[in-house]
């Protein structure tokens, strides 16, 4: 078959973003990279060609359910970034992305900080002259669940919390109701006008 012709843009939500920005630094002519609850720090060793990537070593074993069943991971990440050296080690060089990258984020995520971890990489691209091509857009009062992954428009935001197959325990995803709703068709309607 024939290449497919036409704008390339990628668009991650939370882990994910970590591949996505690993991917957007070695791809010419991107038209947009997108990242929703997601950070500009690595927390997962990824391997490519043959080298594993430094990443933030994050301990996970002091997380202990609240209410019985349900997890709130923000504190552990926050924790693993507050040793700096910790932190650079999985800092992701978002100044070699080549084209618009944005990220969208909500105060309140429980998952992780993702406005932090975000803010990072937007400072990054700042720092080196990138800020044309650069928003990050923090919604407050808002949790983890935006994109078109974790967040579409009209799905429930009654439930604020996310099934964690490993455990068997509940994620806390943090937000409220009424401004979660409202944040993920802002998203929706921004993402629309990037992919245009």
Request: charged share 25%; net charge neutral.
């Amino acid at each position: 078959g024939s290449a497919q012709k036409g704008p390339i843009h990628l668009v991650a939500s939370g882990r994910a973003s970590e591949a996505c920005l690993e991917l957007a630094k070695r791809v010419d002519n991107l038209a947009s990279v997108s990242i929703f609850s997601g950070s500009a720090l690595r927390f997962t060793p990824w391997e490519i060609e043959g080298e594993i990537l430094p990443h933030v070593v994050c301990d996970h074993s002091t997380v202990q359910p609240r209410g019985g069943s349900i997890l709130t991971t923000r504190k552990v990440y926050a924790e693993a970034v507050a040793d700096r050296e910790n932190r650079d080690k999985g800092r992701i060089e978002v100044e070699k992305i080549d084209c618009p990258l944005h990220f969208f984020t909500g105060s309140d995520d429980q998952i992780w900080p993702s406005a932090a971890f975000s803010e990072l990489g937007a400072q990054r691209r700042k720092a080196h002259g990138l800020e044309e091509r650069t928003t990050h857009q923090t919604f407050p009062s808002v949790g983890y669940d935006l994109g078109p992954e974790l967040g579409l428009p009209g799905l429930p935001t009654t439930e604020r919390t996310l099934s964690h197959e490993s455990t068997g325990f509940r994620l806390a995803l943090g937000g409220k109701m009424g401004r979660q709703s409202r944040a993920r068709r802002a998203c929706w309607e921004k993402l629309i006008e990037i992919l245009g």
